[in-house]
């Protein structure tokens, strides 16, 4: 499995424009995103977590998911954490045509009102990102810049949470998972996380753009 856990700025040059990674803050602030959920235990599981730190963040849901699970979908809004749609069935943008993909955010939409979208894999081509700004005013496609790696079943918990204490920094926005594959590995390095920046005075936030 290949992946980079921070992107350079060279890398991000070869995606659409417009695209947000970070939010640069003077201030000791921090943007934890999960997603694939609404999971029934395991975002129950960071939303338990984040309340024990008063930590805001920001759900990528999938509407198939919100669909299946909308008490967990309603806790995430009710506790004051931001949601954004991640398609309604993950689609990987490799496999299906623009059309196709673009009709499958549609219909997250229909299960998910906010401004906030992140691509499933990360990937998106500029005539999908351009109709999707276009169509919406006011829409924000966002990536991240601190990949913490949980769905990788090579990896632990503990390799998770050494990355990311590595490459955060004020304005990161660090991508969990809260899904069945990355839970072993999320269960370990979000209370870590969490615990270690709140040391070093930071402050987690939802993403609001």
Not at 28 to 53: A, M, S
Not at 67 to 80: A, D, F
Not at 98 to 111: F, I, P, R, S, T
Not at 167 to 187: N, Q, V
Request: aromatic share 14%; net charge positive; glycine share 6%.
């Amino acid at each position: 499995m290949r992946y980079i856990v921070t992107t350079p700025w060279w890398l991000r040059l070869t995606f659409p424009k417009g695209l947000i990674w970070d939010i640069p803050a003077r201030e000791k602030i921090l943007y934890l995103t999960f997603d694939d959920g609404p999971h029934p235990e395991h975002t129950v599981f960071v939303l338990d977590e984040l309340k024990k730190y008063n930590a805001k963040a920001t759900f990528f849901c999938i509407g198939k998911n919100v669909k299946e699970h909308p008490e967990v979908y309603k806790r995430i809004l009710l506790e004051g954490h931001r949601t954004g749609n991640h398609t309604h069935n993950h689609l990987n943008k490799k496999n299906v045509t623009d059309a196709q993909w673009l009709g499958n955010v549609k219909e997250a939409a229909e299960w998910i009102d906010s401004n906030l979208f992140r691509p499933p894999y990360g990937r998106i081509n500029s005539f999908c990102a351009q109709t999707l700004i276009n169509a919406n005013p006011g829409y924000k496609i966002v990536m991240w810049n601190v990949l913490s790696a949980d769905f990788d079943t090579s990896k632990t918990g503990e390799q998770c949470f050494s990355y990311i204490k590595k490459h955060t920094g004020s304005g990161s926005i660090i991508l969990f998972h809260d899904s069945e594959k990355a839970a072993p590995r999320l269960k370990y390095a979000l209370p870590e996380t969490l615990k270690y920046f709140t040391s070093m005075g930071f402050q987690f936030q939802a993403i609001v753009l």
